[in-house]
């Protein structure tokens, strides 16, 4: 992607639509959907309202990203991944650290229309939790592994967080996509929210990410579309050599 000229900055954006509330979640997708490059229909959506979630975000949005984060044995994944192939997303997650076995066979059942995008350490962990988890070492050290993990299994990509974004794209070939939730503007009022590891639109792409992942900071704006023009003037700034 990032050989590409910038067409439409906010094809770099997929809106996360995390709403309890259905007329919201539909909302939503007729307000974004034409706007950016992909919507993500997370867990809570998609156990609330499952096929019909994926349908209209597909209705309204270039592409669909359906984060389901899968983590179980290879042959399991392998059914999982075929349904959501059927059902016609364009990107699905699964957790890096199912291992190599699992993230090959999520690739083989994914085919070429579908993109796999593995999730390297869950934002929300730190050293003491990974320690924890009897997996010492930095969660940078740990994302770098658990990506390069990833993309020799055949993956299209990983999740990570932004503040990682430059050391993972140091390690890894193009075009494998490099995709960040944990996105917030320099200028909105800091909310009080469990992200903690952020960066700015265009501090994360300035450090090699291609797919910004941006929830609350859009959704749950006075003005929306205010914001979007922010991020789209950022993303510009970042993507205009010189
Ligand atoms: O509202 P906010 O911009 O924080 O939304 C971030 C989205 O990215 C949420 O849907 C969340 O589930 C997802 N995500 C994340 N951290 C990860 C992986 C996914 O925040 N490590």
Sequence with gaps: MDNE????????VAIALDTADRATFHRWCEQFGPRVGMLKVGLEAFLRWGHEAVGAARRHARGVFL????????????????AAR???????TVHASGGSSMLEAANRAAGDELGILAVTVLTHLDEGELEGLDLPGSSEARARRWARLAEEAGCAGAVC?????????ENLALPFLLVTPGIRLATA???????????????????????????????RAPDPDAVLQEIAREIEDALTPG
């Design 5 to 12: 000229p910038v067409r439409d900055p906010l094809d770099r």
């Design 189 to 219: 009022e800091r909310q009080a929210d469990d992200q903690q590891r952020i960066a700015t639109p265009g501090q994360a792409l300035r450090a090699g990410a291609d797919l910004l992942v941006v929830g609350r900071p859009v959704t």
């Design 86 to 92: 059927a059902s016609g997303v364009d990107l699905l």
């Design 67 to 82: 984060d389901l984060k899968l983590h179980d044995i290879p042959n399991t994944v392998k059914g999982a991944v075929t």
């Design 161 to 169: 967080s932004p503040l990682e974004v430059a050391t993972l794209r």
